[in-house]
C-alpha cells in the first residue's frame, strides 16, 4: 500500500528539478528560452570584449611587483601623487561647490537669466581639447594674450604662468574649474527643480528663507545629489588627462603630472606600457572605496532626491 | 512573410558558413599578397602625397596590395608601442620614434632585415648602416633590424633680417663654437637697447619635453669633446674626464644661457613644436632644431621668408672652439617588420622596392626635402642642388656628405632611456632655472645615467 505521504515524496524530487529547470529558464519554455539565449549573447559577449577583457588585460598588465618598485623610486611619480591629490581636493570641491551656488543663482525667474545660462554654459559646450590649447598660449610668457594685456592696460611685465610648478598647476585646475563647472551646476539647477514648490512654499510660510532655507530645507534635500555628483566628479577627474596636457603639458621638468598623463608618458613617451598601467594602478585603492560609497548612495538616493 | 523559425535560422547559419568556407581561399589569396604598413603623418601635406604616389606605383608594379595607414605622429607611436606590447603588430611600420628600433630590437621584437639591406648595401652612408644596426639582448648578438630610408640633422635657424636689425650682419658670424653663439646675445643686447621687449637671441630648447632638447644637449656635448660618452662597443664612459667636463661645460652654456635671460623664458616648458611657433613669431633670432621644417612650413605663406629672411647658414655646425670641425647627430627612419607580421614577404618586397634610390629619392623630394636622403648618390639631384635655393644645399651638406655620426642610443638602447626620461634636460633646467652649479647638474644626471645603463649590460 502506498500511502499519501509516499507519493508526495516520490514525487518531489521531480518537482524540484522542474522548478529548479524552470526557475533557471526564467519561466520560458523551448523556442522561447532559445530566442532568448540567441538575444542575450551579443551583449555578453560585447560586455566580455569591451568591459572584462580589457580591465583583466589591464590588471595582468600591472601585476608585476617589481613595477611598483621602479614606480615609488621614481620622483616624478612621488610629485605625481601629491598633483593628483590637490587636483581632486580643490578641483572637484571648488568646482562642487560654485556649481551649487550657482545653481541657486539661476532659479531666479526672469527671460535674461535663461539668456545667461545659455551663456555660462558655452565653456562646457566647446570643445575642450581646442579650449585648453587656448588658455595654454593665454598664459604663455611672453606673447600671450595675459600678460600683453596685463602690460597693455598697466605697463606690467606678467610673470611666465607656466614656468613654476605650483603656478601651472594652479592654471590647471582652475581650467578645469572654468570648463566642468557649467556641466555640474546644470546637474544641481535640475536637482533644485525637482523640489516640490509645496514644501518650499510651506517652509517660506514657516519664515525659514534665504540663508535658512538653504541650509534647512535645500540642502538637506540636495545633500544626496550633491554627494553623488561629487563622488562621480572625483572618479572622471581621475582619469582626466586632458587639461593636464594641454594646459602645462605635465611640465615644467616633468612637475605637474596627475596619475594619468603620467601613465601616459611612462607607457608611450619610456615605451613601458608596463609602467605606464601600474602608475595608473596605484589610484585603485581610492577609486575602489570611491565606487562603493557612490553605489551605496545610488541606492539609497531612490528614496531621496 | 516567412515564418521565422528556429531551424530555418540554423539552416541560414549553416549556409552562411558554407558559403564563407568557399570563399575562404579567396580572401586567403588576397591576404597573401597584402601587407599592413603603418607610417606617421607627413608635417606637410605633401609628405603624405609623396607616400601615397610611391605605394601606388609598387602596387602596381608588383600587383599586390598595401593597406596603408597614416596616422598622426603622436598616435602612431603609441600604436606601434600597444601593437608590440600587444602581439597584434602591422606587417611593416616606420620607426617613431627613431629609437624605437633599438630598444625593441633589444626585446627581439624585430625581424632580423640585412637581406632587404643587402640590395642597397652599396648605396647607403655609413652613418645610416650603423643607424639600422642594433643589440639584440635574445641572441646576444647585433644585426640588421632596420631598413635606413630617410634621415634628419639638426640645422641652426637664423632670422637673418633681425641679425641685420641689430646692425650686424650674418657674414660676420664667428666660426667657432661658443663664439657663434655668444654673438646671438650680443644680437639680443642690440635689438633690446633698439626698445625690442621681446626678443631673445637664443631659441634653447631647456625643457623636459619631446626629442629636441637631448638633440641640443647631445651637440653641444660633442662640440666640447664628449663625443665618446658611448662608443660602438655599446659601452658608457662617464668616468672619460673629457665626457665630463664637456657635459659640465654643455649644461653650463645651455643653462646659462637661460639663466641670464638669453633663452624665451617659456622654453622651459617646450614642446618640439613650440620652438618652431615660436621662431615663426619672431620671438629668438636662432633656434636650434631638427629637419628644415621651420623652413618647409613658412614655404608657401611667406616665401620671402623662406628665399630671404630665414638663413641656414649652409656650413653646418661651427667648428669646435679649437678650429676642428663638429659631427651632426644624423637621426635615420627605419621601416621595420615586427616579429609576428603576417606577411613577411610582402613586407620585405615593398622595402626592397622603396628603398631603390629612384623611388626613396623621388619620395624624399616630393615631400619638399624636410628630410634628408640616406644615399649619397641622391644629394648630386637637381632638386638637392639647386641654386636658387637658400636651405636644401647646406641642410644636405651638414646631414649627408659632411661629417656625420648616429645616435647613441644605436649602440647602446639605454640612451633612448636617457632622453625619454630627460636627464639631459633636468640638468640643464638645474642650472637654468634651480640655481644649481653645473657640476652638480651634472653629478646627479650621471648617477641616474649610470642607473639606467645597468640595466642594458651587453655581453
Not at chain 1, 598588465?61 to 611598483?68: D, R, T
Not at chain 1, 545667461?116 to 611672453?142: C, D, K, R, Y
Not at chain 2, 625593441?104 to 632580423?112: I, P, Y
Not at chain 2, 652599396?122 to 648578438?141: M, R
Request: aromatic share 12%.
Amino acid at each position: 500500500m502506498i500511502d499519501g505521504a509516499s507519493v508526495v515524496g516520490v514525487g518531489r524530487p521531480a518537482i524540484r528539478r522542474g522548478t529548479l529547470s524552470r526557475s533557471l529558464r526564467g519561466g520560458l519554455k523551448g523556442g522561447e528560452y532559445t530566442w532568448a539565449v540567441a538575444f542575450v549573447v551579443p551583449y555578453i559577449a560585447v560586455f566580455v570584449a569591451f568591459v572584462a577583457y580589457p580591465v583583466v588585460y589591464g590588471l595582468w598588465m600591472g601585476s608585476e611587483i617589481s613595477l611598483y618598485r621602479e614606480l615609488f623610486a621614481d620622483p616624478i611619480y612621488q610629485s605625481t601623487v601629491v598633483n593628483t591629490v590637490l587636483y581632486l581636493a580643490l578641483g572637484v570641491n571648488v568646482k562642487m561647490f560654485l556649481a551649487l551656488l550657482l545653481s541657486g543663482f539661476f532659479m531666479r525667474p526672469g527671460w535674461w537669466m535663461k539668456v545667461l545660462l545659455l551663456i555660462f554654459v558655452l565653456p562646457w559646450a566647446v570643445p575642450q581639447i581646442s579650449t585648453f590649447i587656448s588658455i595654454h598660449w593665454m598664459l604663455n610668457g611672453e606673447w600671450g594674450f595675459l600678460n600683453n594685456a596685463l602690460y597693455t592696460l598697466f605697463h606690467v611685465e606678467g610673470p611666465s604662468w607656466l614656468n613654476d610648478r605650483w603656478m601651472a598647476l594652479g592654471a590647471v585646475i582652475v581650467s578645469h574649474i572654468w570648463k566642468w563647472t557649467p556641466f555640474w551646476t546644470l546637474i544641481l539647477l535640475a536637482g533644485r527643480m525637482a523640489i516640490p514648490l509645496e514644501i518650499r512654499d510651506s517652509a517660506r510660510v514657516d519664515g525659514a528663507t534665504g540663508v535658512r532655507g538653504f541650509v534647512h530645507i535645500t540642502f538637506p534635500l540636495l545633500a544626496n545629489l550633491y554627494l553623488i555628483c561629487t563622488l562621480l566628479s572625483t572618479i572622471f577627474l581621475l582619469g582626466d588627462f586632458n587639461a593636464v596636457t594641454f594646459v602645462s603639458g605635465g611640465g615644467p621638468a616633468n612637475s605637474t603630472h596627475v596619475l594619468a598623463t603620467l601613465g601616459i608618458r611612462d607607457a608611450f613617451e619610456l615605451a613601458h606600457p608596463r609602467l605606464g598601467v601600474a602608475a595608473v594602478m596605484t589610484a585603485l585603492p581610492l577609486v575602489i572605496p570611491l565606487v562603493i560609497v557612490l553605489m551605496r548612495k545610488l541606492r539609497t538616493a531612490e528614496v531621496q532626491l | 512573410m516567412a515564418h521565422l523559425s528556429r531551424r530555418s535560422v540554423l539552416r541560414g547559419s549553416v549556409a552562411l558558413g558554407a558559403a564563407r568556407l568557399l570563399a575562404a581561399p579567396h580572401i586567403a589569396k588576397a591576404a597573401a599578397t597584402t601587407a599592413t604598413v603603418w607610417f606617421a603623418q607627413g608635417f606637410v601635406q605633401d609628405e603624405d602625397v609623396a607616400l601615397r604616389k610611391a605605394v601606388a606605383d609598387y602596387e602596381k608594379a608588383s600587383g599586390n596590395k598595401i593597406e596603408l595607414s597614416i596616422i598622426p605622429f603622436a598616435p602612431h607611436r603609441q600604436k606601434v608601442v600597444s601593437a608590440i606590447t600587444s602581439g597584434v603588430v602591422p606587417d611593416m611600420t616606420m620607426s617613431n620614434p627613431n629609437e624605437i628600433l633599438q630598444l625593441f630590437a633589444w626585446q627581439d621584437k624585430w625581424l632580423e632585415v640585412s637581406d632587404v639591406v643587402e640590395t642597397q648595401q652599396a648605396q647607403f652612408s655609413e652613418t645610416a648602416l650603423l643607424a639600422a644596426q642594433a643589440y639584440n639582448s635574445v641572441t646576444k648578438k647585433r644585426g640588421f633590424y632596420g631598413v635606413p630610408l630617410r634621415a634628419a640633422v639638426v640645422p641652426c635657424h637664423i632670422w637673418g633680417s633681425l641679425v641685420e636689425k641689430a646692425g650686424l650682419r650674418t657674414e660676420d658670424i664667428p666660426k667657432t663654437w661658443d663664439a657663434y653663439f655668444d654673438f646671438f646675445k650680443k644680437v639680443q643686447d642690440n635689438l633690446r637697447k633698439q626698445g625690442e621687449r621681446k626678443v631673445y637671441g637664443l631659441g634653447f630648447q631647456v625643457t623636459a619635453n619631446g626629442v629636441d632638447p637631448a638633440n641640443l644637449f647631445n651637440a653641444f656635448l660633442i662640440a666640447y669633446g664628449g663625443q665618446d660618452i658611448v662608443t660602438k662597443d655599446g659601452k658608457l664612459h662617464l668616468d672619460d674626464p673629457k665626457v665630463r667636463q664637456a657635459a659640465i661645460k654643455a649644461a653650463g652654456y645651455l643653462g646659462g644661457a637661460y639663466r641670464d635671460g638669453y633663452v624665451p623664458p617659456s622654453a622651459i616648458n617646450w614642446n618640439d613644436a613650440d620652438d618652431n611657433n615660436a621662431f615663426h613669431a619672431k620671438l629668438m633670432v636662432m633656434d636650434v632644431d631638427g629637419t628644415l621644417s621651420t623652413e618647409v612650413a613658412v614655404k608657401d605663406k611667406h616665401p620671402e621668408w623662406y628665399y630671404k629672411d630665414i638663413v641656414t647658414q649652409g656650413i653646418g655646425y661651427p667648428s669646435d672652439n679649437a678650429g676642428k670641425p663638429v659631427p651632426s647627430i644624423v637621426g635615420v627612419t627605419q621601416g621595420l617588420i615586427p616579429k609576428g607580421a603576417k606577411n613577411v614577404t610582402v613586407a620585405k618586397e615593398f622595402l626592397k622596392y622603396f628603398i631603390q634610390p629612384k623611388v626613396i629619392g623621388e619620395f624624399i623630394e616630393l615631400g619638399l626635402g624636410r628630410w634628408l636622403p640616406v644615399m649619397p648618390s641622391l644629394a648630386k639631384s637637381a632638386f638637392w642642388q639647386n641654386p636658387k635655393d637658400p636651405h636644401l644645399r647646406g641642410y644636405i651638406q651638414q646631414g649627408l656628405l659632411g661629417p656625420t655620426r648616429p645616435d647613441y642610443y644605436v649602440f647602446n638602447p639605454a640612451m633612448a632611456e636617457v632622453y625619454s626620461e630627460h636627464v639631459w634636460s633636468m640638468a640643464m633646467i638645474d642650472v637654468a632655472k634651480e640655481g644649481v652649479k653645473p657640476e652638480a647638474a651634472i653629478e646627479k644626471a650621471f648617477k641616474r645615467i649610470e642607473e639606467i645603463f645597468a640595466k642594458y649590460k651587453i655581453a
